[in-house]
């Protein structure tokens, strides 16, 4: 019986469970509303809201700031976090040095040290790309350098025998078998910069998401807020669904499960 009805539910096409799942989403956001109109704003406001702002020109410079604040943070976080995390589990005493620098760091909430970085670099650029690197580079080391460390054995000492140098072994077994985690050290680091970037905007500045949705709070205009919010979420899914495509592109040799 389990397998029948099973095979009943796969036959629904994804997109029609995506219908589903969006008409559930603003049936439940229609019932907020309703039991709560002051705080969760309903759907024809939070659109007036969109096209008021989109229209008068002030929503694409906040949201033009927050992209390139989260692509430059984020960018400079994955090229660096690659070598750093191939060279913590190549060479031991590299690794013995800075992994309790950045296990330390890790540990440490963003909005706990983004005020130090405020007062250090300023309210400008700088601080708010700082915060949105050390958050998204701290995730994406960890978990590069935990995927390189994980390679099978078996495969490095096949190579040996076949003859191959350091470098072949280098290039042709560690770096492909660490490309998939590198990956998800990507879709991680992303979502971490966009959860920084809230905190590193509400501190200081005059354009970004972060700062749009401060400000409307302070005149609790909940149409705004909920309208960046759903911004944030929608910026989001559109980075997922990027490193999902990588993915695919990358390591489509590999089998997946439930794809």
Not at 6 to 18: A, M, Y
Not at 131 to 145: D, E, G, P, R
Not at 160 to 189: C, E, M, N
Request: glycine share 8%; net charge positive; proline share 4%.
């Amino acid at each position: 019986m389990k397998r029948k009805s099973s095979s009943v539910w796969s036959k629904i096409p994804n997109s029609v469970w995506l219908l589903i799942s969006i008409s559930a989403a603003v049936a439940l956001w229609l019932f907020a509303s309703g039991m709560r109109p002051m705080t969760f704003a309903n759907p024809a406001q939070v659109w007036a809201s969109f096209t008021g702002k989109l229209s008068d020109g002030t929503l694409i410079p906040h949201i033009w700031a927050s992209l390139s604040r989260v692509l430059t943070g984020f960018g400079l976080a994955f090229i660096l976090s690659i070598p750093i995390a191939f060279l913590m589990a190549w060479y031991d005493p590299f690794r013995h040095v800075v992994e309790p620098w950045i296990q330390f760091i890790r540990n440490i909430p963003p909005l706990a040290y983004v005020f130090l970085l405020v007062a250090f670099l300023g309210v400008g650029q700088a601080s708010k790309i700082t915060v949105i690197f050390i958050a998204s580079f701290l995730v994406m080391v960890i978990t590069i350098y935990q995927g390189v460390k994980g390679v099978d054995q078996t495969l490095i000492r096949a190579a040996w025998v076949l003859g191959a140098t350091q470098k072949d072994v280098f290039f042709k077994v560690i770096v492909p078998a660490s490309t998939p985690f590198i990956l998800v050290a990507a879709r991680l680091g992303l979502s971490t910069s966009l959860t920084t970037l809230m905190a590193s905007e509400i501190v200081g500045g005059d354009r970004g998401l972060g700062m749009m949705i401060q400000k409307a709070s302070g005149y609790y205009d909940m149409s705004t807020v909920l309208m960046g919010i759903i911004l944030l979420g929608i910026i989001g899914i559109c980075f997922e669904k990027i490193v999902h495509f990588l993915e695919r592109r990358f390591t489509g040799w590999q089998e997946t499960i439930g794809q």
